[in-house]
């Protein structure tokens, strides 16, 4: 059986239209299917929905969070509540083109682990999005090894890798990387971004720019050497100033040089800080894992209803 994890944050003109275009699809090509929709703590009618389509397709379940908890920990939670031998993640707003699944599940059953979606259009992103997106992945590339550009959620992933995936006792996690990291045999489909359907994009700057900090510093130190390596040349170059400033001593020149002060000043005023404010990031990190909170809370399902 197949999982579709499909993470919901303010999507109610999405659910039915995703819902049934996956469903269609999956029909015409036999694969028996679970479509897990994750309400990830929606102000809207999401749920509503969610549990309508439930009662019409015994193929549908939803899971409520509490609040909204991010993309993240809603593929988590569809991950776990999934039965599939495989499951694969799609957006509620149908940019990932649902047919690309029929492929996946044949390069799955072909012996692939993970079946990794790479974009070769980026759609109609605004030029400020893909400058930040480019130099975000830039890093993440740099830092997981592989070359993760056009990477996205949409992938195909075993019941090994889910179990793999679930059993990472971190809470700050990020699934796209991840799944190169766990390392499991893996292929790639190529798909185009479509537009979205209804409704707008969640991300704004501010929570794009936490998403990125939050992945980053969840995946590597690399950062803190970066500290290291910065102090080093800036050590280097006030060694050569302190050189400087000596000669001019003797020299008897040395009443002048008050911007050169300031501008040290500030300069290691200015690196110091930051290299605090780094370093404060990765405690902040260690203080949410040692208290290990759940990634999410869920606060109504389904099935419950079902049951009643
Ligand atoms: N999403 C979510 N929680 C959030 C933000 C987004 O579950 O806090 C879901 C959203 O419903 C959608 C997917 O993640 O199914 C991608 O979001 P969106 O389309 O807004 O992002 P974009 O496609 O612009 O990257
Ligand atoms: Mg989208």
Redesign the pocket.
Known sequence: MLSVI??????ELNIELAAETVLELMKKEQIDCELIF?D?GSKDKTFEKITECSEKYREVKGLNFSR?F??EA?IYAGLEESKGDCAVIL???L?FPPEKIIEMYSLWQDGFEVVEGIKTDRGNEGIFYRLFAKSFYNIMSYFVGVDMQSTSDFKLVDRKVIDALLSLPERNTFFRALSFWSGFKSAQVEFQVRD?KNGK???SFKKLTKYAVSNITSFTTAPLQLITVFGSILLLFLGGMSVQTLVRFFLGQSAEGFTTVILLLLLIGGSLMMALGIIGYYIARIYEEVKGRPRYIISKKTDDEKDK
């Open positions: 499909i993470p919901s944050y303010n999507e994750i990830d909204n991010g993309k809603a957006d509620c707003d940019q979205r994009s969640k991300w």
